[in-house]
């Protein structure tokens, strides 16, 4: 069972260690012309040592904005983020450039996340030149063992961005976020901007090296397939709101909030007879603006199952069932 919510976390964390990660009541507002966008709106979540947590939701939904208010490289409005146990939020700048050296960040575009102007080996190395941890020899060692490490050649690290392909210019991007040997790394969204080709080679290398090096990870994505593959547990978001948590498994089995299930029924079945029989979830409407959510239950606009005290009472978080967690009210 995993800590979720304010209410149940001394009950839960009887029955498992301490999380490297804990992410409590976390808020990110933005003041837009006056008006307050709420990107991120109460995520509760914590994240064992080794292990993936995948976060998913529709464009907007607040998922890269959490995962980077996570590290701090956006200030939080509310909450807190517990790294073993201390709360980061409270750090100071220094205490941060500390802390960094353990919390990494993978982007989403590799080839805009790389300066064109630098080769590959002060690309990496310039990680290691900030912290101050390598210098000459030892320096060019380290980089040349970590394009090792990412199926790269050592011999490429004086080439520029824009002479590999994107996957490799991706791998690129995880030497980097690997050059200071951290525990945790926010993958966001890694792969979609690769060739379907590329993604399963993309995704299978972070699988091996949390597997070599122990990394922990959470790994935001919308390709649904991708991230059962690829993650343990799972929280779906909507309009900056937590919808349903569960294990991979039990989750893809049995979704039970209505954008859950939708969500779902749009992943392909690789066989065009039973692709033809399956039953796809159409919702109607389009997202509503973040800058002026409904009332209530943020998804009744267009839920299929909506009911009359959906657009008035903000639904509950609770367990349905062991370390499944749903916001809906449905199972009220």
Same mark, same amino acid.
């Given at each position: 069972?995993?800590?979720?919510?304010?209410?149940?976390?001394?009950?839960?964390?009887?029955?498992?260690?301490?999380?490297?990660?804990?992410?409590?009541?976390?808020?990110?507002?933005?003041?837009?012309?006056?008006?307050?966008?709420?990107?991120?709106?109460?995520?509760?979540?914590?994240?064992?040592?080794?292990?993936?947590?995948?976060?998913?939701?529709?464009?907007?939904?607040?998922?890269?904005?959490?995962?980077?208010?996570?590290?701090?490289?956006?200030?939080?409005?509310?909450?807190?983020?517990?790294?073993? +146990?201390? &709360?980061?939020?409270?750090? %100071?700048?220094?205490?941060?450039?500390?802390?960094?050296? #353990?919390? /990494?960040? !993978?982007?989403?575009?590799?080839?805009?996340?790389?300066?064109?102007?630098?080769?590959?080996?002060?690309?990496?190395?310039?990680?290691?030149?900030?912290?101050?941890?390598?210098?000459?020899?030892?320096?060019?060692?380290?980089?040349?063992?970590?394009?090792?490490?990412? +199926?790269? &050649?050592?011999?490429?690290? %004086?080439?520029?961005?824009?002479?590999?392909?994107?996957? #490799?210019? /991706?791998? !690129?991007?995880?030497?980097?976020?690997?050059?200071?040997?951290?525990?945790?790394?926010?993958?966001?969204?890694?792969?979609?901007?690769?060739?379907?080709?590329?993604?399963?080679?993309?995704?299978?290398?972070?699988?091996?090296?949390?597997?070599?090096?122990?990394?922990?990870?959470?790994?935001?994505?919308?390709?649904?397939?991708?991230?059962?593959?690829?993650?343990?547990?799972?929280?779906?978001?909507?309009?900056?709101?937590?919808?349903?948590?569960?294990?991979?498994?039990?989750?893809?089995?049995?979704?039970?909030?209505?954008?859950?299930?939708?969500?779902?029924?749009?992943?392909?079945?690789?066989?065009?007879?039973?692709?033809?029989?399956?039953?796809?979830?159409?919702?109607?409407?389009?997202?509503?603006?973040?800058?002026?959510?409904?009332?209530?239950?943020?998804?009744?606009?267009?839920?299929?199952?909506?009911?009359?005290?959906?657009?008035?009472?903000?639904?509950?978080?609770?367990?349905?069932?062991?370390?499944?967690?749903?916001?809906?009210?449905?199972?009220?």
């Amino acid at each position: 069972m995993t800590n979720i919510t304010m209410d149940t976390r001394s009950d839960v964390s009887k029955t498992r260690s301490q999380p490297l990660l804990q992410i409590i009541g976390l808020k990110k507002y933005f003041n837009i012309g006056g008006r307050t966008l709420k990107a991120v709106n109460g995520l509760t979540l914590d994240i064992q040592q080794g292990e993936t947590v995948g976060l998913v939701g529709e464009s907007g939904c607040g998922k890269s904005t959490a995962g980077r208010t996570i590290l701090r490289m956006y200030e939080p409005t509310g909450g807190e983020v517990l790294y073993e +146990g201390k &709360n980061i939020f409270r750090y %100071s700048a220094g205490e941060m450039k500390k802390i960094r050296r #353990q919390m /990494q960040m !993978i982007f989403q575009d590799p080839y805009a996340s790389l300066n064109p102007r630098m080769n590959v080996e002060d690309i990496i190395g310039e990680p290691l030149d900030i912290h101050r941890l390598a210098f000459g020899a030892g320096r060019k060692q380290r980089i040349s063992e970590l394009l090792q490490l990412v +199926g790269l &050649n050592p011999e490429h690290m %004086s080439r520029f961005p824009h002479e590999f392909s994107g996957g #490799q210019r /991706q791998r !690129i991007g995880i030497a980097r976020a690997l050059a200071m040997d951290p525990k945790f790394i926010v993958c966001d969204e890694p792969i979609s901007s690769l060739d379907v080709s590329i993604q399963a080679q993309v995704v299978n290398l972070l699988k091996d090296l949390q597997k070599k090096i122990g990394l922990t990870y959470l790994f935001i994505a919308h390709d649904l397939s991708m991230v059962k593959y690829i993650s343990d547990r799972v929280l779906v978001m909507y309009l900056g709101n937590m919808a349903e948590f569960a294990d991979s498994d039990s989750l893809y089995r049995n979704p039970l909030h209505p954008y859950t299930r939708a969500l779902f029924s749009a992943i392909p079945v690789p066989n065009p007879d039973l692709e033809k029989k399956k039953d796809r979830i159409v919702l109607q409407g389009d997202v509503p603006s973040p800058l002026n959510p409904p009332s209530g239950c943020v998804f009744r606009t267009r839920c299929p199952k909506a009911m009359d005290r959906c657009s008035c009472q903000e639904p509950e978080w609770r367990e349905v069932n062991p370390g499944h967690f749903v916001a809906c009210h449905l199972y009220e």
